[in-house]
């Protein structure tokens, strides 16, 4: 790559007294060679993207096609390794690329990618050490980077020999935290050119994998993918750099907005790869990152402004190839989807220069679901005598075919509308096996979902259990059973009229006592209050009704309830507390009059909640359903928790000093006596 | 004869060493074996090549032991491979403390990944390994798995939560008593897969952390791999359902070593 700084032009008439030309101060080479080396936010990354970059560039100056191999670090063989088969380097090579900072052969060319002269030099981030193994005319040279005591790298020349192995470069680091090198090589060898590389031994998994659409220059890839990056990259010579918002933004032209800002934040556009000429954006020296100058700014235009053209195009392409009008609609159907409208222009789309994709009206009946006013979730069948297809439904859209004459519709189409996963809005059903109209056909070779009525009907079966239809069922709690039971309508229509409860309450220990002389049930996600009444009349929605009678509950209260209930307070306010105490004091607490008489209390409401705990749960629930808070303590209770929680920090302490002397507690526990006056 | 040197800094150590048929080998202070390599150079005048070597290829020679067990274990690209699947990193990280602690008892880890393959659910061994990937693993003599279960501060140890399970074969409802030594089951279909769900049916256990925190007594339970069924993602990973366990004993810290076996 060129260097953006080369090529400077300097021109005029100012004279000075001398001139001296800038330089790094020996005494501060080691910090320079410093911040050179931790340049990099992302080790990992910086490390794989400068030594396999190295590597290929090493294959395009020698013409190679073949691809570099790269060998990642494990837990048990914790070293990366990268290999090459160029030319090699000679050991002059090696030392001078290797072992100085700046030194770059590359600078002259855009067809490698390095230029700064400091990749080379990267492990140094990860590693204290690298070895540089290199075939070169038959001859083999290792040479060993080394950090020194100085802060200065070292190199030593370890071996020179004849080669057995073909020439080229071999780079190995012994990496410390292997498992963060595999995670980051997923993801940056994902942009890497087909056959430019491999992994282990293998092609690694590419970001054009399962990609939405795949041009000349351009990836849509699956956001889901675990090696691609979410937003927009750009990618030159191989190597992907995320393109920050803000820049993406600022190239759009002004005649654009706000349609394409819109577009380029649609969910079609979550992962974009586009590549860019080595060269044609400014990156940082780190080369983590694109610099926002205007040669970037310019570049990323020239990317949007070519893109819905080269959508188009593409996509024009794919349409023409498919074997019928349909299948080209079908098509089109899945890139509206991914795609916003303002980048891809479907009204230019054609099909062999007819126009596709307009409203078509199919005259035969068809059944969706709308959603019915003022009913829970409760949607209602409704029947039209024509379908308007577009590309915009045309793939939510189900033909039954062979129907006859007089075949029930209505409640098998209700029941796939509501059960189906296949995502289908409309069911059409006719008499016919194939039809066309304009370019919506149905019928062999149509990909439009299309099912036999026979077979239709045996679906709708299979969504019950077994074969056979199965009558509407509810689960139901009455008050005699333990567990919930599904019953048919005619068992409920024996009962006293059921209450109907959302799963929160439905078989709590309040519904069923509030509920003791009437069934409740509990509806599914496809069931509605409004069926049910239908079915069931008197069914009534229970959750009203239940807050009403958890109230009279909590009015009319027994003693034994109301104690309970104090002695649930007690400990809920008090648990914390009374566990401090324990742990700080342990059986001396006994000895402050005001404590005991506290723990004692304290002690006495657990028994009582232990030994209650059905009751207790049953008016706390009342309380909770009842929307009303618990009852406060009585007075005598509450002075004396105050009390003891206005010393809370010295508890909190006392708790932290840990293990206190005899001397320490025993001062703890006078000062704690006086400061318990009233309850002494 | 070998050379090697040993480059250390604030941030790790690397070291490289030479052969004398020219091959050189760079790795570093993380290496498994890295220890025992540096005190085998430091103190030999000259170092056995062969020695060097299998501590460097430590992953080779320790899947040529874990062979030795089981001959479904394969080792290609530094990965050990069970059935021809690379063991997940929390297995491996468990494989390189054994390793570093100089413990050779393979072959309750070789059991643990024979128990593991018995379970059904792909998800379920996924979630397992979420589990694992946070904390170090203890392994008893029969390839289980060490985790922790906060109980109330009773006699028969039960459980804070009642529900219904089988106690040594007998069906028990209410509070689960976990006495020592206890088995405690239920049908793996009733345990719930959902691992959205919080609370929900199964048997539960934990980390320590999570135990101890969440009950008034802590107990050692094992649990078989095969056994485990979801890890549900509220409490950041630190529960596991399961439908079946065993109670070793009452506890007051947790355990750091990677193999377990009862006094």
Redesign the interface.
Known sequence: MRNPTSGVVVEGTLRADSSVAMSIDPQGMAHIMGVLTNLYSDAPLAVLREYSTNARDAHQAAGIDRPIEV?????????LRVRDFGVGLSEQDILGVYARYGSSTKRGSDEQVGAFGLGSKSAFTL?????V?SVHDGR?T?V?F??GADGIGSV?V??R?EAQEPSGVQI??????P?LVRATAARFFGTWPAGSVLV??ATPVSVRDGAVLTCEGLVLADPQSEVTAEGWNLVMGGVGYPLPRALLLRAVRDKDAPEARAALGTHGFRSVYATVPIGAVDITPSREGLRDTARTVRAVRSVLDALPDLLATEVQAELDAAGTATQAAWLLAGYQRALDKHLLPTARLTYRGAPIGAPVTVPLTTMTLTARRGSRGGRELRVDDNLLVSTANMRDVLVVTDTPKGAARNHPARRYLTQNSDGTQWVVFTADSAATFDWFAYGPGSPVKTVPYPMFRHQIDEYSTGTTRRATVYRTLAPQDGEPVERPVPWLREQPPPVVLTAQFFGSQVARQVFHDRPMVLLTDRQSLAGLIRRVPGAKDGERLLCDGARHLLRNLSDYQRETLTASVIVDRFEQTARNIDRVFGRRAQQVPGMRRLLADYQRAQRICLDRARDRTLLISAHHTAGTPLPPLRPEHQRQLDDLLDRAPLLTALLRAGQLTDDELDAALAYLTTALPNAA | MITW?L???A??????V?FPN???????????TFDPLIRHLRTTIDPDPQRVRDLL???AT?ADELRQLSTRVTYT????HFDGQALD?AL??H??RLIRAGDRSYGRFVAFLENLAENPSGRSRRQLFTWLSERDMTITPDGQFIAYKGVRDDPGNTSIHSGRASVDGGEHHGHIPNRVGSVITMPRNQVSDDKHMGCTTGLHVGTWDYANSFGQRTLIVSVNPRDVVSVPKDCEFQKLRCCRYIVLDVIRSPLDTPSYDAA
Do not use: K, M, W, Y
Not at chain 1, 71 to 79: C, F, I, K, M, R
Not at chain 1, 127 to 131: D, E, P
Not at chain 2, 22 to 32: A, E, M, Q
């Open positions: 060998s990642l670090p494990t837990a048990l063989d914790p070293t590693a204290q050490q690298f070895l193994t083999c290792t060993l080394a950090l030593s370890l071996h020999g190995e680091i012994g990496v410390p935290q498992h282990d031994g | 040197q480059t250390s800094t941030t790790g150590q690397a070291l490289a030479a020219g091959s050189v080998v760079t790795v570093p202070g993380t290496h498994p290829n430590v992953g320790t690209g530094g990965l050990i990193n491996t990280r494989l390189v």
